[in-house]
Structure formats: structure tokens, C-alpha cells
């Protein structure tokens, strides 16, 4: 993904159980890789070993499955690895919070000896 790496280093990334060449999305090159490994042991995440168990099996096959055709959204991934929350979601929960802050009000009483 374009970071330079010196010496031992651990990178993290998010992604989806199932997707074994780390590019975001679970598809058809995540199930070759884990049908081309399937059944062989001493695994990692990159062969279909989607649990850590170094055994590529049904439990691998059935986290892909579960996430077959998900992405997480390229633009909101942050510098720091942060979800960032699309405008939208963001104005709703303004609106929501706003409303429950405000409460309700009591109607007024009206004086009717006037």
C-alpha cells in the first residue's frame, strides 16, 4: 500500500474477515486464495486462515462467505486509520442530539378570565 517498511514491523490496516490480499473488499481473488489453501495447515491470513488457526478450513471459508461483496469505503479511511462519518451521518446525529437537548416543551397555560 505504498509504506515504506525497515526492518521488523508490524502494519495494521482494517478490513473485512475474508479478505486475504488486504485490498478492502472480500471478492472472487479472497476465495481463490483461500480455495487454493483450503484443507493445508501452517497458514496465515494472506493463504485463507482467517481465525489464526494455521488450518485453512470451513470456519475460514464461512467468515469469507459471511462477508462475500463487502468494501469499506476508500475515501473514508483517514491518515490515521480512523473511520471518518460521511456529512450526512454526521448532520443526522447534530439534528438528533439537538432535539433530544431541547426536549419538550409544556404548553402554556391559557388564562381564560381575561
Keep these: 500500500m505504498g509504506q515504506t517498511v525497515v526492518g521488523?514491523?508490524?502494519?495494521?490496516r482494517f478490513?473485512?474477515?475474508?479478505?486475504?490480499?488486504l485490498d478492502t473488499t472480500v471478492d472472487s481473488i479472497d476465495f481463490n486464495l483461500l480455495a487454493s489453501n483450503f484443507g493445508a495447515i501452517n497458514k496465515h491470513w494472506s493463504d485463507g486462515d482467517f481465525n489464526y488457526d494455521h488450518t485453512v478450513n470451513t470456519t475460514d471459508f464461512n467468515l469469507l462467505a459471511s462477508n462475500f461483496g463487502k468494501a469499506l469505503p476508500g475515501d473514508s479511511i483517514?491518515?490515521?486509520g480512523t473511520l471518518v462519518p460521511e456529512p450526512a451521518s454526521a448532520m443526522l446525529a447534530i439534528a438528533l442530539t439537538s432535539c433530544l437537548a431541547a426536549g419538550r416543551r409544556r404548553p402554556r397555560a391559557i388564562?381564560?378570565?381575561r
Excluded: E, I, K, S
Excluded at 521488523?8 to 495494521?12: C, E, G, N, Q, S
Excluded at 478490513?15 to 490480499?21: E, L, P, Q
Design 8 to 12: 521488523p514491523a508490524v502494519l495494521v
Design 15 to 21: 478490513t473485512w474477515f475474508g479478505d486475504a490480499n
Design 78 to 80: 483517514g491518515a490515521t
Design 111 to 113: 388564562d381564560r378570565h
